[in-house]
């Protein structure tokens, strides 16, 4: 009695089980991608409960039965094996990051203006690029890039700042992605970076666009 469908829409989720007839299985193959044998093993007991209770209802003796199980640990297909689906590491790795690769994170978008002139939507932000806040208690103010404070993952924007009680003032720390760069503090490095993004950008749009004509 070949496949018994519980849910056929998850995709990876294919359980094959050879059921000898005295309530145990005899070959158990699973076609999916799961991560860690306690998956695995709720996986098998329900394939054996399953085969226990067709054999309750039904005269067989053996056969082989294909389940196409939906569950959520079957949809949760890592599309990128290089960054982790664990929260507790992915913390680790973000409040542990060295500057290269804060300097990367703060990333802020482009004005609409800046990203048709360039192709390019977001850029890391540096000192003296000019932007407005977009969200926020702030959200309105524009203003110039005054510091970047990778150690808290904030930009410093002038006259953004409150007044302590006695009397001084203190700079409010903003994150890059609640800001949009109107005005980018252009040198060759920075041009050479934007020609850099830009190429990408036109390379995966041309896959893309391959990839749509071939199917």
Known sequence: MNGVTLSSNAPHSRIEVVYDGGGSVRTFRQDMELSGARASTTFENLALATLRSWRTKTAISSTTITLFVHSNTAD?????SQTHSSRRKSRKAHFSAPSSVRRV??????????????NVRAIPIRKDDEVIIKRGTNKGREGKVVAVYRLKYVIHIERVSREKSNGQSVPLGVAPSKVEITKLKLDKDREN??????????????????????D
């Open 76 to 80: 949760m297909t890592k599309i990128n």
């Open 105 to 118: 994170i703060m990333s802020a978008p482009l004005s609409k203006e800046l990203r048709e002139k360039h």
């Open 193 to 214: 970076i934007l020609e850099r993004i830009a190429r990408g950008r036109d390379a995966q749009k041309k896959v893309r666009e391959k990839g749509i004509t071939s």
